[in-house]
């Protein structure tokens, strides 16, 4: 046996050129293992957190949207009572005055809607809007084709979306 392979023997190092220092140096040493495992929990930890925080905020606007939309028809419910008040009254009152009070509580349930954002459809004597209107009928008139000569129910919109129909006769011209 000679030198070499004796202080190998000796030593337990193979002959790899790699001596056991430089193999440790690698590895990484506990403290810094530890210091990954704990920024792995604090992150996993803030995750977990975002992740609750996500949910609390869609519960939160949920229950919110809820609330806004109970007042406003709350409020609006409160309009529509004041208009019930005022038929109440229009039945206890004599014939003579019932007409009156009927033009009334309309003029009132109507500016009531106003406010609200709900107006009535203009229809008669327009031409025919099948996203305004619904034809229920074709009948023969003076009238061009293709022109409302008469609304059987008007239509409304809210704000800017149309919530009814207008249902319309609409003209199949002279024939």
């Not at 030198?3 to 990484?28: F, H, K, M, V, W």
């Not at 609750?52 to 028809?73: G, H, L, Q, S, V």
């Not at 609304?151 to 609409?170: C, L, P, S, T």
């Amino acid at each position: 046996m000679n030198d070499a392979e004796r202080s190998e023997e000796q030593t337990g190092e193979e002959c790899t050129g790699i001596s056991d220092t430089a193999y440790l140096s690698n590895q990484p040493d506990s403290t810094e293992l530890d210091g990954q495992k704990r920024a792995l929990a604090e992150l996993n930890d803030r995750f977990l957190r975002l992740a609750a925080d996500f949910e609390n905020f869609k519960k939160r606007t949920a229950r919110d949207r809820e609330m806004i939309t109970n007042m406003a028809n709350e409020r609006f419910a409160i309009d529509i009572i004041e208009v019930l008040d005022n038929f109440e009254r229009a039945v206890k009152s004599d014939d003579a005055h019932l007409r009156e009070g009927i033009v009334q509580i309309r003029q009132l349930l109507s500016s009531q809607l106003q406010r609200h954002g709900i107006t009535p459809l203009d229809a008669l004597n327009k031409p025919f809007n099948p996203a305004e209107h619904e034809a229920i009928a074709h009948v023969p008139s003076e009238e061009k084709e293709g022109i409302v000569v008469d609304e059987v129910a008007r239509g409304y919109r809210m704000h800017d979306k149309v919530i009814r129909y207008a249902k319309v006769a609409v003209s199949k011209g002279n024939h």
